[in-house]
T-cell receptor, first 111, second 113 residues
Framework: DAGITQSPRYKITETGRQVTLMCHQTWSHSYMFWYRQDLGHGLRLIYYSAAADITDKGEVPDGYVVSRSKTENFPLTLESATRSQTSVYFC??????????FGSGTRLTVV | QKEVEQNSGPLSVPEGAIASLNCTYSDRGSQSFFWYRQYSGKSPELIMFIYSNGDKEDGRFTAQLNKASQYVSLLIRDSQPSDSATYLCAVRGRGSTLGRLYFGRGTQLTVWP
């Protein structure tokens, strides 16, 4: 299917565990982004990537790791999950001058 | 850090009224502006973009841009209950951040029957 897909849609994990959220897009967009959205904070950028093998930090990168070995994939890893990382995570992609298209989101709960 | 401010809301209007959503931005050189709609529990979806001063109309939606005042707005005419959502304003970065959008925190709109 064409578009941008995130997996899983829902995830419950324990404090201290490593978790990877997946993001896949079929448009060959150059840019990909990871945001978290929490009540009272709006969308906050975690990491973004301008192309394969090029990543950069956003506003709230601590505790997260990304990689982009292929243009279409941009996984986000929480190395050691904490309760403060409970959130809704959105992946997005775009070409440089277009608006973003967002994935459906992953609701992550850290217990 | 680029600032994008939206009227905090929530905004409540009756069905059929005009809803006016406002956004200001700090970078005077910004060129591209976007409006997203986000229903509760869903992801943001792009509904309008505007690059030039003036008005841009798309159905019941009109985006207005005034670069001199660093102000962008979204008007929703003949508001419907299905327009009830959070509306996010976004501004494209420049230079090394050209690929990024900077988002406001959103304005929650409720349209009551």
């Amino acid at each position: 299917d064409a578009g941008i897909t995130q997996s899983p849609r829902y995830k419950i994990t324990e404090t201290g565990r490593q978790v990877t959220l997946m993001c896949h897009q079929t448009w060959s967009h150059s840019y990909m982004f990871w945001y978290r959205q929490d009540l009272g904070h709006g969308l906050r950028l975690i990491y973004y990537s301008a192309a394969a093998d090029i990543t950069d930090k956003g506003e709230v990168p601590d505790g997260y790791v990304v990689s982009r070995s292929k243009t279409e994939n941009f996984p986000l890893t929480l190395e050691s999950a904490t309760r403060s990382q409970t959130s809704v995570y959105f992946c997005a992609s775009s070409d440089v001058m277009d608006g973003y298209t967002f994935g459906s989101g992953t609701r992550l709960t850290v217990v | 850090q680029k600032e994008v401010e939206q009227n905090s809301g929530p905004l409540s209007v009756p069905e059929g009224a005009i809803a006016s959503l406002n956004c200001t931005y700090s970078d005077r050189g910004s060129q591209s502006f976007f409006w997203y709609r986000q229903y509760s529990g869903k992801s943001p979806e792009l509904i309008m973009f505007i690059y030039s001063n003036g008005d841009k109309e798309d159905g019941r939606f009109t985006a207005q841009l005034n670069k001199a005042s660093q102000y962008v707005s979204l008007l929703i005419r003949d508001s419907q209950p299905s327009d009830s959502a959070t509306y996010l304003c976004a501004v494209r970065g420049r230079g090394s951040t050209l690929g990024r959008l900077y988002f406001g925190r959103g304005t929650q709109l409720t349209v009551w029957p």
